[in-house]
């Protein structure tokens, strides 16, 4: 997996939306370990790239977060779909786009675009496959998870990358959950 030079939050080309929408993105070309027996990308490599992507953009928009991940917060998946438009195949460069679409109290939705893109930085490209997760804040209690705000820092990275955040729970720095 590539990770450009610098993260870069842009808006591919073409996207019909109705706000002008920052991406955090990643690029990937395609080995051979990521196809199936047949020829084309496997399925459920798409939504590795999706746990990457993620990753990335926490790790350049929440470094202190992504940095104590182990300190009794929990950022659970609770939902992950990926819609197949176009197969990709050996040797083609993807880009793998994200963006927040909104937070709601401890739970923040996300949408990834991937495009097959030409060179290096293309801010464009052919839409191949579309995605959504959904992300529960959560900070362990007793043993299990419970939910809890979000952090400062995920919430400004959130924003950042174009989040509603009107309905948004929101913890500071002082208040983080310490595992019990």
């Known amino acids: 997996m590539t990770i450009l030079d610098d993260p870069v939050l842009q808006a591919p080309q073409p996207v019909a939306t109705e706000r002008e929408t920052p991406w955090f993105t990643i690029e990937h070309t395609v080995t051979a370990g990521d196809t199936s027996a047949v020829g084309p990308v496997y399925y459920a490599r798409l939504i590795d790239w999706q746990g990457h992507c993620r990753e990335r953009a926490g790790m350049a928009?929440?470094?202190l977060f992504s940095s104590d991940i182990a300190s009794g917060y929990l950022m659970l998946t609770q939902s992950?779909?990926?819609?197949?438009?176009k197969e990709l195949h050996y040797g083609d460069l993807v880009a793998i786009r994200v963006t927040v679409l909104?937070?709601?109290m401890n739970l923040m939705k996300a949408q990834f675009l991937y495009h097959r893109i030409a060179f290096p930085g293309d801010?464009?490209?052919?839409?191949?496959?579309r995605g959504e997760q959904m992300w529960a804040s959560a900070s362990m209690v007793d043993g299990h998870p419970e939910p809890c705000?979000?952090?400062a820092e995920m919430a400004a990275c959130a924003a950042e990358l174009g989040a509603d955040m009107s309905r948004a729970q929101i913890?500071?720095?002082?208040?983080?959950p310490q595992q019990r």
């Not at 992950?80 to 438009?85: D, F, G, K, P, V």
């Not at 913890?171 to 983080?176: F, I």
Request: proline share 18%; glycine share 10%.
């Open 123 to 129: 801010p464009g490209g052919e839409l191949v496959a």
């Open 149 to 151: 705000p979000w952090p």
């Open 102 to 104: 909104w937070v709601r």
């Open 171 to 176: 913890q500071t720095p002082a208040s983080y």
């Open 61 to 63: 928009g929440a470094p």
């Open 80 to 85: 992950c779909s990926c819609e197949y438009l």
